[in-house]
T-cell receptor
Framework: DTAVSQTPKYLVTQMGNDKSIKCEQNLGHDTMYWYKQDSKKFLKIMFSYNNKELIINETVPNRFSPKSPDKAHLNLHINSLELGDSAVYFC?????????FGSGTRLTVV | AQSVTQLDSQVPVFEEAPVELRCNYSSSVSVYLFWYVQYPNQGLQLLLKYLSGSTLVKGINGFEAEFNKSQTSFHLRKPSVHISDTAEYFCAVSERSSASKIIFGSGTRLSIRP
């Protein structure tokens, strides 16, 4: 049973394309997040949703649009992909200060 | 706002030697503290966390950390490392409020030499 699952695990795409990454958690957590890990392993928060409501929106280009259809899902859509978007994207969920991370989606823009 | 500083980007140690990975944090409010481990090409796994109570926290794989409020530190230690401990280690902090984001340090790469 995967607690936080992301799909796809790997994504290779050309510049200018639009792509989506999906995330689902089966922990019953109220809060979900998207983090970006760059090539130097630095992890930075992008968005957070609590019960389908956006509560954190860091300085992220508006080409990135999160969507939460219900509290178990938080998807990330990226428009007009750029080379600099290449990174590993991690989904996470939390409840009562316990954070659980997905295994990551490695996005490569060529 | 909170911030986390991991003073060492890389720590090489010999197998069976002790190790300490340093972490300092900055915050104007009370915080929770975490250590995560990331093995090569894998996701993040929680090693241990400090929420309240005893300042010495024991985690998985023989790791422990000590919360020091006066020094605003949360250093991670293991008395004897194994080759399998080779990984990236991240210290992290979050505010003591629900639905708060977790802020990560820049990571420390622990490499174990036989």
């Amino acid at each position: 049973d995967t607690a936080v699952s992301q799909t796809p695990k790997y994504l290779v795409t050309q510049m200018g394309n639009d792509k989506s990454i999906k995330c689902e958690q089966n922990l019953g957590h109220d809060t979900m997040y998207w983090y970006k890990q760059d090539s130097k392993k630095f992890l930075k928060i992008m968005f957070s949703y609590n019960n389908k409501e956006l509560i954190i929106n860091e300085t992220v280009p508006n080409r990135f649009s999160p969507k939460s259809p219900d509290k178990a899902h938080l998807n990330l859509h990226i428009n007009s992909l750029e080379l600099g978007d290449s990174a590993v994207y991690f989904c996470a969920s939390s409840q009562n200060y316990g954070y659980t991370f997905g295994s990551g989606t490695r996005l490569t823009v060529v | 706002a909170q911030s986390v500083t991991q003073l060492d980007s890389q720590v090489p140690v010999f197998e069976e030697a002790p190790v300490e990975l340093r972490c300092n944090y900055s915050s104007s409010v009370s915080v929770y503290l975490f250590w995560y481990v990331q093995y090569p090409n894998q996701g993040l796994q929680l090693l241990l966390k400090y929420l309240s109570g005893s300042t010495l926290v024991k985690g998985i794989n023989g790791f422990e950390a000590e919360f020091n409020k006066s020094q605003t530190s949360f250093h991670l230690r293991k008395p004897s490392v194994h080759i399998s401990d080779t990984a990236e280690y991240f210290c992290a902090v979050s505010e003591r409020s629900s639905a708060s984001k977790i802020i990560f340090g820049s990571g420390t790469r622990l490499s174990i030499r036989p």
